[in-house]
């Protein structure tokens, strides 16, 4: 069974200060997603990775980066924190089948508040 | 790019009723369609998918079918219980390495007892 693990459930922190988010996958899944997820907007993807070092703006990259510096963790960046950054971020992975696109399997998320 | 849509945004049913879902999706390129079910304080769960290749794939009580020509697939719950309470996403994605999903805003389905 997939694990992909968020390093926090439930995170406060300060406007302006810079925030990290970690995700750790055990399947060796090649790529990587970041969400957000906001009542009656479903889903948003702000970044994904396919391979190490490598990532790609999603839709609503803006106040975002990521790093990946290794394949199983992910990481998301918040360079300084707004109010409006406020939500749940769940992290993804799949695996790049030969069939084309797989399921996506998710972590609990991390419920940030931002003050 | 793709823009899914979903309706209803909350359903509600009585216990032993079906439940159906609906989503449409723009772009024509689209070749996969994954449900995704969360429950309260959970994280989203793949409970059924379809490709484009086939029109219906039935798991137990649950059912999607696509119909490509018309850019809509449904999710069908039959004999619902109280703990397919949840909210269910749909999301669309073409067959092409390197796309990503699209994801609806969600349904919150309520079975009342």
């Known amino acids: 069974d997939v694990k992909v693990t968020q390093s926090s459930r439930y995170l406060v922190k300060r406007t302006g200060e810079k925030v990290f988010l970690e995700c750790v996958q055990d399947?060796?899944?090649?790529?990587m997603f970041w969400y957000r997820q906001d009542p009656g907007l479903g889903l948003r993807l702000i970044y994904f990775s396919y391979d190490v070092k490598m990532k790609e703006k999603g839709d609503i990259p803006e106040g975002y980066s990521v790093s990946r510096e290794k394949k199983e963790r992910f990481s998301l960046i918040l360079e300084s924190a707004s109010t409006n950054q406020t939500s749940m971020y769940l992290c993804a992975t799949e695996s790049s089948g030969a069939e084309g696109n797989q399921p996506q399997h998710f972590g609990d998320g991390t419920r940030l508040s931002i003050l | 790019g793709e823009n899914v849509e979903q309706h209803p945004s909350t359903l509600s049913v009585q216990e032993g009723d079906s439940a159906v879902i609906k989503c449409t999706y723009s772009?024509?390129?689209?070749?996969?369609f994954p449900w995704y079910k969360q429950e309260l304080g959970k994280r989203p769960q793949l409970i059924i998918d379809?490709?484009?290749?086939?029109g219906e794939k039935k798991d137990q009580r649950i059912a999607v079918t696509l119909n490509k020509t018309a850019k809509h697939f449904s999710l069908h719950i039959t004999e619902t219980q109280p703990e397919d309470s949840a909210v269910y996403f749909c999301a669309a994605s073409p067959d092409n390495y390197g796309q990503n999903f699209v994801f609806g805003p969600g349904t919150r389905l309520s079975v009342l007892p």
């Open positions: 772009d024509s390129a689209s070749n996969y």
């Open positions: 379809i490709r484009s290749n086939v």
């Open positions: 399947m060796d899944h090649e790529n």
